[in-house]
Nanobody, 129 residues
Framework: QVQLVESGGGLVQAGGSLRLSCAASGRTFSSYTMGWFRQAPGKQREVVGTISWGGAGTYYADAVKGRFTISRDNAKNTVYLQMNSLKPEDTAVYYC??????????????????????WGQGTQVTVSS
């Protein structure tokens, strides 16, 4: 069973930055397509960004393009989300998730969440105005 553990959330002022990390257990992380998602109170969970198994392909939601960067280090079994120029509307619980096969970042972004294989427990990000 693969476990995903997020860290790096917290409280930050608008315009600030945070870097989230998602550490995965298991030996096959390099074969997983990974993504970051968020859910604000009273809203549906939404895609933030996804990254292909090798890291060459990425996808971003329009709301975060140019501000957020997703990356991964397969040697460390970790995927990151660098968040810059944060806005109050970025406030949410942020989750990482994995699809346990090699697909494109775009394909993961459009898949139903029910088809994802693993989810983390989430980390809270709060952006104050």
């Amino acid at each position: 069973q693969v476990q995903l553990v997020e860290s790096g959330g917290g409280l930050v002022q608008a315009g600030g930055s945070l870097r989230l990390s998602c550490a995965a257990s298991g030996r096959t992380f390099s074969s997983y397509t990974m993504g970051w998602f968020r859910q604000a109170p009273g809203k549906q969970r939404e895609v933030v960004g996804t990254i292909s198994w090798g890291g060459a392909g990425t996808y971003y939601a329009d709301a975060v393009k140019g501000r957020f960067t997703i990356s991964r280090d397969n040697a460390k079994n970790t995927v990151y989300l660098q968040m810059n120029s944060l806005k109050p509307e970025d406030t949410a619980v942020y989750y990482c998730a994995a699809v346990a096969r090699r697909i494109t970042a775009q394909a993961m972004a459009v898949m139903p969440f029910s088809q994802y294989d693993y989810w983390g427990q989430g980390t809270q990000v709060t952006v104050s105005s």
